[in-house]
T-cell receptor, first 114, second 114 residues
Framework: ETGVTQSPTHLIKTRGQQVTLRCSSQ?????VSWYQQALGQGPQFIFQYYREEENGRGNFPPRFSGLQFPNYSSELNVNALELDDSALYLC?????????????FGPGTRLTVT | AQSVTQLDSQVPVFEEAPVELRCNYS??????LFWYVQYPNQGLQLLLK??????LVESINGFEAEFNKSQTSFHLRKPSVHISDTAEYFCAVTYTGTASKLTFGTGTRLQVTL
């Protein structure tokens, strides 16, 4: 059974650019959640996708957008990058969108904005 | 709104000593509670969770946590720590009956030394 994978591992971008981060969910999981973890902080919920539809969103501006594909993999897109977007971006997959389902986290993508 | 407070940012402890990592949450509704562990340069791993039933929950590697509704706490304990327990520990909460949006605390760095 393959776990949650994310790509790329590390990324360096310039302020104002756009970035796309990718996540492959664990086999059999139809739900993907994205979190932003700034240095020294706990992860913060960005949004969740359940069966290709957005199923909840945290307090992030619209320049953070996402997508889930029919195979339940997902992308996180961030436009007009700002310095404060530098963080570890974590993807988590689960069997369903409800709170009782355990979330399995990937290793993350480290984004640095200069 | 949900919030999680982890009172200690760092907890140094000697190997084989007991440890308690504190977590308090604020919520006006029923919650699910989780402890996650993060090793350096890795994603989050679920350590244990409280959904319902017995207020004392245990992990396979000797950690336990007790849900205390009156004190809105979910402290993590281990009677004897090992060097390999050195990691960042995050407490998280989510509402019952809703999408699995996890709200995390800021984390506690457990540093085990000889």
């Amino acid at each position: 059974e393959t776990g949650v994978t994310q790509s790329p591992t590390h990324l360096i971008k310039t302020r104002g650019q756009q970035v796309t981060l990718r996540c492959s969910s664990q086999s059999g999981h139809n739900t993907v959640s994205w979190y932003q973890q700034a240095l020294g902080q706990g992860p913060q919920f960005i949004f969740q996708y359940y069966r290709e539809e957005e199923n909840g969103r945290g307090n992030f501006p619209p320049r953070f957008s996402g997508l889930q594909f029919p195979n339940y993999s997902s992308e996180l897109n961030v436009n007009a990058l700002e310095l404060d977007d530098s963080a570890l971006y974590l993807c988590a997959s689960s069997l369903g969108g409800e709170a009782t389902y355990e979330q399995y986290f990937g290793p993350g993508t480290r984004l640095t904005v200069t | 709104a949900q919030s999680v407070t982890q009172l200690d940012s760092q907890v140094p402890v000697f190997e084989e000593a007991p440890v308690e990592l504190r977590c308090n949450y604020s919520s006006s509704v029923s919650v699910y509670l989780f402890w996650y562990v993060q090793y350096p340069n890795q994603g989050l791993q679920l350590l244990l969770k409280y959904l319902s039933g017995s207020t004392l929950v245990e992990s396979i590697n000797g950690f336990e946590a007790e849900f205390n509704k009156s004190q809105t706490s979910f402290h993590l304990r281990k009677p004897s720590v090992h060097i390999s327990d050195t990691a960042e520990y995050f407490c998280a909460v989510t509402y019952t009956g809703t999408a699995s949006k996890l709200t995390f605390g800021t984390g506690t760095r457990l540093q085990v030394t000889l």
